[in-house]
C-alpha cells in the first residue's frame, strides 16, 4: 500500500460523489415526466416511439401488469439473441468467419446478457461476428439495464404514492431509461473512449509481426460503443476474452478512470432519484452512505491485502505487493479498487484477473456479490435489493421500539416482510444449492484449475457470480460445458426473476397504502443511526448466511497461505 494508492482511491470515490447530485436530480426529472435540457432533441422521438408502439406514456399498469409486461419483453429479447447466436454464421458482418455457437452455450450467452449479468463462457474476439456484438449483445446490454431501472421505479412509486392500484408504465420508464439516460451517456463515453485509443470500426482482423518476429492477429471491431454500454448499464460483458485488462479496450489510466466511474455511475445517482421521488433527499443520501461504508470497507480490506502480497514471496525478498494478474499501467491501488467496484455492482468487467488475487483480495468479491449486488448493485437492481433490506432494516426497528414499523408513512407489514424474505432467500439457496453438487460431482470438479480451498472458491465464485448477476469469473475457472452454461444459466435467471417478482409484489402492496403522517415514535430514516442499522443488517445477514463457505475457501486458504502453503 502506498499514500499515492489511497489518494487515488479518494479521488476517484470523490468525483462519484460528487457526480450523484446532478445526474440523481435530472434522472427524477426524467422519470416523473418533467421538461429537461434533452426534451427538446428527444421529446419528438418519445412520442413516435410511443405512436409506433400503440403505447399511451399516461395510461399506468398495476404492479402485475407491469411484471408480466416485463416478462414478456424479456423472453423476446432472449428469443431473437439465441437465434442471433446460433445463425451468426448466416448473418452479414461477420469478416471473421465465426461459426455458430452451440446450443448449451448460446442458451448460457442468451440469458446471461438478458438478465444483465454478462457471464462469459467464451473469447469475445475469437467467437463472435460483428453482427452478433452490435444487434446481439449491445441491445441487450442496453435493454436489460433499462430493465432494471425501470423495475426499481415501480418500487420507488410504491413507497412515494398513497392510495394508488398504479406503479407506471413499463415501456415508458423502459424508453425513457434508455432514451434520455444510457444513450446519451453511453455516446459520450464511447466518444472519449476512441479518443483514448480504442476501436471502434468494421475492417477485418489484422496480422502483425511482434517484436519477436512472430505472427499475430490483431482483432478489431465496433468495440467502443459495446464498452461504454457495458459499464454504464452494469452489463460488464467484454468485446475481448481478457476484458478491461485489455489494451485495446482499456489503453490509458484515464480510460481506466472514466470506466470505473461509469460502473457505479448510474446506480449510485438512482439513490439520490429515490430522494427526490419520494420528496426527501435525505432518505436518498442515508442510502448512498449506507452502500459507501460497505464500499469503502471492502476497498480498503482488498488494497490493504493486495498491497500486502504473499508472505511466501516476501521470504525471497520480493516485497512490493502482489502484482500477479495485473496490469503495470494501472498497479495495485486501480486493480484493487475495479475489483471492488465491478462486484459492487453487478458489472462484472475485469482489469485485472481475480483468480490472482490474495485469498482476502478475492474474498472481497465474492461477499460483495454474496450480500446481493445491493452495494451500488445493477442499473435499478442494486436499489431495489436494498430496499428489500431496508423492509427489513425497519422491521427490526419496529420490534425494538415496540410499534408497527414504518417506513416514508408506509406501514410495513407482514405482506411486506415475507415477501423481502423471500427475495433475499433466493441468492443464498441457489448459490450453495448448486455449490454443493458441483462440489462433490465429477462434472463439476473437472472444471477447476486448482485443488484446495481455491479451487472450492473457484466453484463458489462462479454461482456467486451467476445467481448474483455479476459475471465476473475467477480465471482459473472452465466454465463453457454442459454441466455449467446449462445450470449457470438457471442459476442467472433464479437471481434475476425470482427477486423481482417478490420486489413488484411488494411495490403493489405499498402503492394502495395510505400515507400515514410521522410522529414522535416514527423512526427517522435519514440519519446515521438508521444507515448503522441497516449496515449491520446486511453484513449480519449476508455473514450468517455464507461464512461457512467462506471458511472453508478464501478464509483457510489465507491461513493456508500464511503457513507456507500455497494451491
Not at 503495470?328 to 467496484?341: C, K, P, Q, Y
Not at 479451487?455 to 472452465?478: C, D, H, K, P, Q
Request: hydrophobic share 50%; aromatic share 10%; with cysteine.
Amino acid at each position: 500500500m502506498t499514500i499515492n494508492g489511497w489518494i487515488q482511491i479518494a479521488i476517484y470515490f470523490a468525483i462519484l460523489t460528487a457526480l450523484v447530485l446532478p445526474l440523481g436530480r435530472y434522472m427524477a426529472r426524467v422519470f416523473e415526466g418533467e421538461r429537461t435540457f434533452l426534451s427538446p432533441v428527444l421529446g419528438p422521438v418519445e412520442a413516435g416511439l410511443y405512436k409506433i408502439a400503440g403505447v399511451s406514456e399516461k395510461k399506468e399498469q398495476t404492479w402485475l401488469t407491469y411484471t408480466v409486461a416485463m416478462l414478456l419483453f424479456n423472453l423476446c429479447g432472449f428469443l431473437l439473441l439465441y437465434a442471433i447466436l446460433r445463425f451468426q454464421d448466416s448473418l452479414p458482418w461477420n469478416p471473421a468467419g465465426m461459426t455458430p455457437m452451440s446450443p448449451a452455450l448460446a442458451f448460457n450467452t442468451a440469458v446471461s446478457f438478458v438478465t444483465n449479468t454478462n457471464w462469459q463462457n467464451y473469447g469475445g474476439e475469437s467467437t463472435l461476428s460483428y453482427f452478433s456484438q452490435m444487434v446481439g449483445l449491445t441491445t441487450q446490454n442496453f435493454l436489460s439495464a433499462a430493465t432494471g431501472v425501470a423495475l426499481v421505479l415501480a418500487l420507488i412509486r410504491g413507497f412515494a404514492r398513497p392510495s394508488m392500484r398504479t406503479v407506471g408504465n413499463f415501456w415508458v420508464d423502459l424508453t425513457r431509461t434508455t432514451l434520455y439516460v444510457l444513450l446519451p451517456l453511453s455516446i459520450l463515453l464511447a466518444l472519449a473512449l476512441v479518443w483514448q485509443g480504442v476501436p471502434q470500426n468494421m475492417g477485418p482482423y489484422v496480422d502483425a509481426t511482434t517484436l519477436e518476429g512472430a505472427s499475430q492477429t490483431l482483432s478489431q471491431g465496433p468495440a467502443a460503443s459495446q464498452i461504454a454500454i457495458k459499464q454504464l448499464g452494469t452489463n460488464g460483458g467484454g468485446f475481448w476474452n481478457a476484458n478491461s485488462a485489455v489494451p485495446y479496450e482499456n489503453p490509458t489510466p484515464l480510460s481506466n478512470l472514466l470506466e470505473m466511474l461509469s460502473i457505479l455511475l448510474i446506480p449510485a445517482a438512482l439513490t439520490l432519484t429515490f430522494g427526490r421521488m419520494v420528496r426527501d433527499e435525505r432518505q436518498g443520501w442515508a442510502i448512498y452512505a449506507a452502500m459507501s461504508a460497505i464500499f469503502l470497507l471492502g476497498v480498503a480490506v482488498s488494497y490493504g491485502a493486495e498491497g500486502a502480497g504473499n508472505p511466501l514471496l516476501h521470504a525471497l525478498g520480493l516485497d512490493g505487493g502482489s502484482m500477479e494478474g495485473k496490469e503495470v499501467r494501472f498497479g495495485i491501488a486501480n486493480s484493487s479498487l475495479w475489483s471492488v467496484a465491478t462486484t459492487a455492482a453487478s458489472n462484472g468487467s475485469v482489469n485485472a484477473m481475480h483468480d490472482s488475487l490474495t485469498p482476502l483480495g478475492g474474498m472481497v468479491p465474492l461477499v460483495l456479490m454474496q450480500l446481493g449486488e445491493i452495494v451500488f448493485g445493477g442499473a435499478g437492481s442494486g436499489l431495489y435489493g436494498m430496499l428489500l433490506y431496508v423492509v427489513i432494516a425497519v422491521f427490526v426497528a419496529g420490534l425494538m421500539v415496540g410499534r408497527t414499523p414504518e417506513y416514508l408513512g408506509k406501514k410495513i407489514e407482514a405482506r411486506e416482510v415475507k415477501f423481502a424474505l423471500l427475495a433475499i432467500l433466493v441468492l443464498p439457496l441457489a448459490i450453495l444449492g448448486l455449490m454443493a453438487v458441483a462440489t462433490v460431482a465429477p462434472f463439476g470438479l473437472s472444471s477447476i484449475a486448482n485443488a484446495g480451498p481455491h479451487g472450492f472458491s473457484e466453484i463458489m465464485y462462479l454461482y456467486s457470480s451467476s445467481v448474483g448477476n455479476n459475471g465476473s469469473a475467477f480465471g482459473g475457472m472452465t466454465g463453457n460445458t454442459p454441466w455449467y452454461n446449462v445450470t449457470g444459466g438457471l442459476a442467472m435467471l433464479i437471481g434475476r426473476y425470482f427477486v423481482i417478482i417478490p420486489a413488484m409484489a411488494i411495490a403493489g402492496a405499498l402503492a394502495v397504502k395510505k400515507t400515514v403522517p410521522a410522529s414522535a415514535g416514527t423512526f427517522p430514516t435519514h440519519g446515521g443511526l438508521f444507515v448503522g442499522l441497516l449496515v449491520g443488517v446486511i453484513l449480519i445477514v449476508g455473514g450468517l448466511t455464507f461464512f461457512p463457505a467462506l471458511a472453508l475457501g478464501p478464509i483457510v486458504e489465507h491461513l493456508a497461505m500464511a503457513a507456507g502453503q500455497t494451491f
